[in-house]
């Protein structure tokens, strides 16, 4: 996935990434999607939710219930337009991606996305704008429902770019997180502790991310502790070393990350990540 060059450097898109946590009888379980490998980014990695910004996210007539854009645009570090989208898209990627609808009406959260199955693939397919399906069904945005979690950049030797911001959110009583979603050829709850032995033992494969927002996750007990945390969210662009691709980043932990990975796993890696 390195650009053909270093003077290549591929232009950024906004994107969107929900971490979907819920507790559980042995901590805080998070749902994972392991990708199907032919993905053209992250293929056959193991990741959350989420995806990049479509134009129509940004549409101002989206009616929000939670705090609004301009806190959101603080948080997020950007302005108001792209802080709506970037909320906008984290709710629509989540409902494409694995059902669950963070928006109902200003005081309750919706009981039974399921039956909304064919909006939900109209939107994948981008028959429909998430705007439309909500002002169809007099639905509201739950800003209230997601927390402001991390901040990645993509590193510069990427062909495909993203500048994403992580949010945190809990999956709301009744809903059911399912694997419909062509993106993975797999998907689970799992404890962060669970799904970072995975990685640590060879079963799972995660990208930097992935592994940093679990590894932030497996230090709460419950998920009230966990949304409680303060956070402020400073842009994390991995350093690249030329000629050595992903054993080439830099970031914080990165010591700690390569370190886990035994017994060729490197190269298979390595291998995962073209």
Request: net charge negative; proline share 5%.
């Amino acid at each position: 996935m390195s650009a053909d060059s270093p003077h290549e450097i591929a232009p950024l898109r906004d994107a969107s990434t929900v971490v979907l946590v819920r507790d559980g009888g042995e901590g805080i379980e998070v749902f994972l999607q392991h990708r199907v490998q032919q993905m053209a980014f992250a293929g056959g990695m193991t990741v959350f939710p989420g995806g990049g910004v479509d134009d129509r996210d940004r549409d101002a007539a989206i009616r929000w219930a939670g705090p609004e854009v301009g806190w959101w645009a603080e948080q997020l570090v950007t302005d108001e337009a792209t802080a709506r989208a970037l909320v906008s898209a984290a709710v629509r990627e989540t409902f494409e991606e694995c059902g669950v609808l963070l928006a109902g009406t200003a005081t309750q959260v919706c009981a039974d996305p399921s039956i909304y199955g064919a909006e939900r693939a109209a939107l994948v397919s981008k028959e429909l704008s998430f705007a439309q399906f909500l002002q169809n069904h007099d639905l509201v945005l739950r800003t209230d429902l997601l927390t402001p979690m991390a901040h990645w950049i993509t590193p510069k030797n990427e062909r495909r770019r993203y500048d994403t911001r992580f949010f945190l959110a809990q999956v709301p009583d009744g809903h059911d997180a399912d694997g419909a979603t062509t993106e993975a050829e797999a998907t689970e709850w799992r404890t962060a502790d669970a799904a970072l032995a995975d990685w640590q033992d060879g079963r799972r494969f995660l990208l930097p991310p992935t592994w940093t927002q679990l590894r932030d996750v497996a230090e709460f007990a419950t998920v009230a502790e966990l949304v409680a945390k303060p956070r402020v969210l400073t842009p994390i662009e991995p350093e690249v070393s030329d000629g050595q691709g992903i054993l080439g980043l830099g970031f914080t932990g990165a010591d700690d990350y390569f370190a886990a990975l035994k017994d060729g796993r490197l190269d298979r890696l390595r291998d995962a990540a073209k």
